[in-house]
């Protein structure tokens, strides 16, 4: 369903434009069209969702040399052995995750910027996080260059959460650790939503959405999924 780690085509190119032989916006309308469907059949219905994934260029947060295959239902690399996700289980993971416009968002795991990217379409105020120097660089610079809207960028150990940002009405981790980090737990708002893919093997997790209500936590299992790893101090140590 998710990917797990792959070869690294060199990171640089990701950025640069190139002309391409079809047309993206057509290709990503089909896309829309084919995760419209997927939901359904899960008697999902996210509109805010499929709009703002309408909108969002995928092909530019991936190599430029994987360009023709941005808008399949694939996950593909993004250097430094990490994993834009496949543009199924991010339209799920929106709906799960149920963001409305004037949102805090905290995301963990900024990868490519690309969950960040629709997040910010659907008028939240994203706040996301990676632990890779080479990666938030990069993927910062690509943002800033897109201008997608109000997306806020920091280098650090995710699973300690943003406190000075705190409280998030939604956190979304998009890396698997071995548990829930209670630093998220704490962090996250009165009625808020907490989305993260927790297993007790590496790569291999179950989605939990976590509801705070009246101080408690509920928590639901959403189903299988495999994700890289959430690396950090309430994460895996490697
Ligand atoms: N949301 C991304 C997918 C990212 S893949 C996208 O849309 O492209 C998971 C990312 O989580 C990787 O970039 C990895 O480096 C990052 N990551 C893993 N552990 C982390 C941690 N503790 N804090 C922040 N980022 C982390």
């Known amino acids: 369903m998710f990917s797990g780690r792959h070869p690294e085509p060199g990171h640089a190119a990701r950025r640069a434009t190139g002309a391409s032989r079809v047309d993206p916006r057509r290709l990503r309308l089909r896309m829309v069209e084919g995760l419209a469907r997927q939901l359904a059949q899960r008697g999902v219905e996210a509109p ?5 994934m309408a909108t969002v260029p995928r092909h530019l947060f991936v190599e430029e040399a994987l360009r023709a295959h941005a808008y399949e239902d694939t996950p593909l690399p993004i250097g430094f052995g990490q994993t834009i996700s496949q543009p199924s289980i991010v339209a799920l993971m929106t709906a799960m995750l149920a963001p409305e416009p004037g949102m805090r968002v905290l995301e963990i795991g900024t990868g490519s910027g690309y969950q960040a990217a629709v997040l910010a379409a659907m008028g939240c105020a994203v706040f996301s996080l990676e632990r890779m120097p080479e990666l938030h660089t ?14 806020r960028t920091y280098c650090r150990d995710g699973t300690r959460g943003l406190p000075l940002a705190a409280p998030f009405e939604r956190i979304i981790v998009t890396a698997g650790g071995p548990e829930i980090p209670a630093p998220l737990l704490d962090q996250l708002a009165e009625g808020g939503i907490l989305l993260i893919p927790v297993g007790s093997r590496p790569r291999t997790q179950r989605l939990l959405r976590v509801r705070k209500r009246q101080g408690r936590t509920d928590t639901e299992d959403l189903g299988p999924v495999i994700f890289v790893d959430l690396v950090g101090d309430h994460g895996w140590r490697h």
């Open 48 to 52: 805010a969702v499929l709009a703002a």
């Open 138 to 151: 990069a993927t910062r610079a690509l943002l800033q260059e897109l201008q997608l809207g109000a997306i």
